[in-house]
């Protein structure tokens, strides 16, 4: 079964540092790999998505991602933090028997301080 | 555009009891989940309809949860009797259809607490 592995269950930084969160799947398969991010309070919202071509992914706020097939990672990257991306982020993998069903990874609890 | 509405928003039971949790999708809308999330894990896929009909509850432990979605866009997912394992986040979902092209919109979650 397919299955995501984040490596980073929290992260703390300060403004402007660069973030890069972990994400590695397990699945032979073709895949969609997508990075969901939850504000506090609020639902769980796409910030991003990969289904094929350019494996460098852009997303809303400044957020990408690189798909690397080779190391079954879709890692999730920001150049400069701010306190307002303080967020749980999960990544996750459709694929698997099709359907349009999501495996999503732990979460990555993340903190910007000021 | 309206999002996923989802009700009860907070519920606490004893265990051994009932519950039950409501969802009114995206509008148009025809393919709807329902997640558990449980404290620390990300979100677990139980059960997924096509309009009215089911197309995977392959992880729903049927012997104490049932879902349905009899007019194809409102569900309910009903837990009886619950157990304390089944303190969680409960996520309804809906995406236009059942291609994986499809965007998943998620709800704010009901929290259920079984004491």
């Known amino acids: 079964a397919q299955s995501v592995s984040q490596h980073n269950h929290h992260v703390i930084l300060s403004e402007a540092a660069s973030l890069e969160l972990g994400c590695n799947y397990s699945?032979?398969?073709?895949?969609?790999l997508f990075w969901y991010v939850q504000y506090p309070g609020q639902h769980l919202q796409l910030l991003l998505k990969?289904?094929?071509?350019?494996?460098l992914v852009k997303g809303i706020k400044g957020f990408e991602a690189e798909f690397i097939k080779s190391k079954f990672s879709f890692n999730l990257r920001k150049p400069s933090v701010q306190w307002s991306d303080t967020a749980e982020y999960f990544c996750?993998?459709?694929?698997?028997?099709?359907?349009?069903?999501?495996?999503f990874g732990t979460g990555t609890q993340l903190k910007v301080e000021l | 555009e309206a999002g996923v509405a989802q009700s009860p928003r907070y519920k606490i039971i004893e265990k051994r009891q009932s519950v039950a949790f409501w969802c009114n999708p995206i509008?148009?809308?025809?393919?709807l989940y329902w997640y558990q999330q449980i404290l620390g894990q990300g979100p677990k896929l139980l059960i997924q309809?096509?309009?009215?009909?089911?197309?995977?509850d392959s992880q729903l432990p049927k012997d104490r949860f049932s879902a349905e979605r009899l007019k194809g866009v409102d569900s309910t997912l009903k837990i009886q009797p619950a157990k304390l394992e089944d303190s969680a986040v409960y996520l309804c979902?809906?995406?236009?259809?059942?291609?994986?092209?499809?965007?998943?919109?998620f709800g704010e979650g009901s929290w259920l607490t079984v004491v």
């Open positions: 979902a809906s995406s236009l259809t059942l291609y994986s092209g499809n965007t998943i919109y």
């Open positions: 699945y032979g398969g073709t895949v969609n």
């Open positions: 990969y289904f094929s071509g350019d494996p």
């Open positions: 996750a993998v459709n694929g698997e028997g099709g359907g349009n069903k999501l495996t």
């Open positions: 509008s148009g809308h025809a393919t």
């Open positions: 309809f096509q309009n009215n009909g089911v197309v995977d």
